[in-house]
């Protein structure tokens, strides 16, 4: 059996970091932080995925930086992480960082063929869910009227698509046709007003 591009860590003589941590979690951005090498080193390299994923998002720092911030990540999510070294010459070995999870600013409860989102004075259904990328979305807005926007994200935190929906309020049943666009994965719808952010997981399998 192949070994795990993730478990294959080689490394030559570049100093390696210590004291990896995680911290200032939120519900979509983690802050990763290490203790510099005694050595100068040029640069470092983080990789990271969600769990069970097989999408690896690679970010570069300066030698110098004992910490970089990680954005657009899925709410209630694990995430695992590795950082290696990188002098002129050489690199050291990938090293592994404590996993971490992100934040809920929902609870989510499931369904027999959906996803709902619950907050004090919002509610949101997602059906079906999973599905091929059509689906209807009812959000139970506030009184009061705001510009609202719907927002996909895809796992590495790009905007794959965005509509507004104008100045609405109350009951709103809003059908999203993406499947021609969207292919097997896992993605985050956001609505955005000024008064509220609600996120949502949107399971897509073809």
């Given at each position: 059996m192949s070994k795990?591009?993730?478990e294959y860590t080689p490394g030559g003589g570049c100093a390696v970091t210590?004291?990896?941590r995680v911290a200032k979690i939120t519900d979509t951005s983690a802050v990763l932080r290490w203790a510099l090498p005694t050595e100068t080193v040029s640069s470092f390299k983080i990789r990271y995925r969600a769990v069970g994923s097989t999408e690896l998002t690679k970010r570069n720092v300066k030698g110098g930086s004992n910490y970089v911030v990680l954005c657009g990540l899925l709410p209630n999510t694990t995430y695992e992480w590795q950082i290696r070294s990188n002098c002129t010459e050489d690199t050291s070995a990938w090293v592994c960082g404590p996993n971490f999870?992100?934040?809920s600013n929902i609870a989510v409860v499931s369904l027999t063929d959906a996803l709902q989102a619950k907050t004090n004075t919002v509610q949101m259904l997602v059906s079906?869910?999973?599905s091929k990328g059509n689906f209807n979305i009812h959000i139970q807005l506030p009184s009061k009227e705001a510009l609202?926007?719907?927002i996909v994200y895809n796992s590495l935190g790009e905007k794959v698509w965005q509509q507004s929906l104008g100045a609405v309020n109350g009951?709103?049943?809003k059908?999203?046709?993406l499947e021609n666009k969207l292919?097997?994965?896992i993605y985050t719808l956001r609505i955005e007003r000024n008064d509220i952010r609600l996120m949502q997981k949107v399971v897509v399998t073809k």
């Open positions: 795990d591009f993730w210590s004291d990896l999870t992100t934040a079906p869910n999973p609202t926007t719907l009951s709103v049943i059908n999203i046709d292919t097997t994965g």
